[in-house]
């Protein structure tokens, strides 16, 4: 008895090792899209970080100050210059809180695209999917990232517009206070 016990850890060991090392490696282009998907995930979630959170929220609590002060001015005769100066503004500020939650929801969404990238490389290289499986989810997981790319674009797009927004109205109170006696 003692002696099948010492040969079981052994033969149990070497077994594992042959299992092992019969699994099917990763396709070199399989680790070279991952490897880009990931340069690109990473990417999105720096310029993301980058990007100030509490703006939006600044953004919101301007409107719910000027938005009525903006509207009466739409009643008036603008130059024209002007009356697009104000109705950019008031329609970025007026956007404020649901492009904050815009961009919540494309910070998660780039964060769970980077876990299931990183689950998907674990299992190419563990041998845990087929490679034909693996093809077909890494092209699923491209097409994601792309979709997620231009997600991120109109994030960065909407921050700039409303940073613009909150720098224009500073400028214009400035000049309103300026002009006061």
Do not use: W
Request: charged letters at 25%; aromatic letters at 4%.
């Amino acid at each position: 008895m003692n002696r099948g016990i010492l040969f079981a850890g052994p033969s149990t060991l070497v077994l594992s090792a042959l299992l092992h090392a019969c699994r099917p490696a990763p396709a070199p282009d399989q680790l070279r899209t991952l490897d880009s998907l990931n340069t690109t995930l990473e990417a999105a979630r720096s310029t993301l970080a980058e990007l100030d959170r509490t703006q939006y929220a600044v953004a919101a609590e301007r409107y719910a100050q000027v938005g009525t002060v903006l509207e009466e001015r739409f009643k008036d005769t603008l130059d024209p210059s002007e009356a697009e100066r104000s109705v950019s503004c008031y329609l970025a500020i007026r956007s404020a809180r649901e492009k904050g939650l815009a961009f919540d929801e494309v910070q998660a969404d780039v964060r769970g695209a980077q876990q299931r990238l990183a689950a998907l490389e674990h299992d190419l290289m563990n041998g845990a999917i087929d490679p034909q499986q693996g093809r077909e989810l890494l092209a699923r997981e491209v097409e994601l990232a792309s979709d997620l790319d231009g997600n991120v674009r109109v994030v960065i797009a909407d921050h700039t517009r409303i940073r613009r927004a909150l720098d224009t109205l500073a400028l214009s109170m400035n000049e309103r206070a300026q002009e006061l006696p």
